[in-house]
């Protein structure tokens, strides 16, 4: 469906918004949620057995190379999780806010959620997390899996130990990524929520805000935004863009600010990103 069009016949409306929304999607069909449930139930139990393979491995590597620094390497190895975790819901988001348009079939509901985000940003409280849970099982299934498969042919490997603990950790934060996303919308969170925001574990409102000012084209990441504050910083994102522009022609942003038009709002020019100008 293009920015222009109308909803097409047969789809039905989520929760909380009218008939005539043009970001109303289609239901998923019985072997879209198979498929999700699948993926859902495969990652689960693959992440469980990562837990079971560390905890039966740990007094090995503990009495080859004491203790400490196996506790060392494990903080090293988790907060490595974490910021893995945070660059990788970045690039996610950065992927599906710059490039895709809903006219592509596989990746249409995506991209309707992410545009209406932008235009309706409290919306986001409308979408469950089991919506989008199948879906981002696969992705970290398909990332963490190879660690997985590391760990089990490197056993007597601190390094495998250390990557199949940090995968351990990025795993189920890549799972959960959209509800820390909703966490950088919710300025009443309880006060648990508020303290890990003060502490830069969960997504602070006030940086999120960021990325909903202008075009939308900063702090990308939504776990906790530790790798907007580096590498983003640094200009992963626009660097990408350069590359992606140069290699294909595509604009940058191009679908979303069609978007931004049809509801009136404003798009900024930006010298040398290949961004059309309102």
Not at 137 to 163: D, E, F, K, N, R
């Amino acid at each position: 469906m293009s920015p222009g069009g109308a909803p097409g016949a047969g789809r039905v409306v989520r929760r909380g918004r009218p008939p005539d929304d043009p970001f109303v999607v289609e239901p998923y069909s019985p072997k879209e949620v198979r498929f999700h449930v699948l993926g859902a139930t495969i990652n689960a139990l693959g992440w469980l057995a990562a837990l079971a393979w560390l905890a039966t491995r740990w007094g090995g590597h503990a009495a080859a190379a004491g203790p400490a620094a196996v506790g060392l390497g494990v903080a090293a190895a988790v907060l490595a999780g974490i910021y893995l975790a945070d660059l990788a819901s970045g690039l996610l988001h950065w992927a599906f806010d710059t490039w895709f348009d809903p006219d592509i079939p596989f990746v249409r509901r995506m991209v309707l959620q992410v545009r209406e985000h932008h235009i309706h940003p409290s919306r986001i409280f409308l979408i469950s997390f089991t919506q989008d849970a199948g879906t981002l099982s696969w992705i970290a299934l398909l990332v963490t899996a190879p660690l997985l498969a590391w760990g089990l042919l490197a056993q007597a490997s601190l390094a495998a130990y250390l990557a199949v603990c940090a995968g351990a950790v990025f795993n189920p934060l890549l799972v959960f990524m959209l509800e820390f996303h909703k966490c950088g919308h919710r300025p009443c969170s309880p006060v648990w929520v508020r303290l890990l925001q003060r502490a830069r574990l969960v997504l602070p409102v006030r940086h999120h805000l960021r990325h909903h000012s202008g075009n939308h084209d900063v702090n990308y990441c939504i776990i906790n935004g530790w790798a907007d504050l580096t590498l983003g910083r640094l200009g992963l994102f626009r660097g990408l863009e350069w590359i992606i522009h140069r290699l294909t022609g595509e604009v940058p942003q191009r679908d979303d600010h069609e978007w931004f038009r049809r509801f009136g709002r404003r798009v900024a020019a930006r010298a040398g990103r290949g961004r059309s100008r309102a």
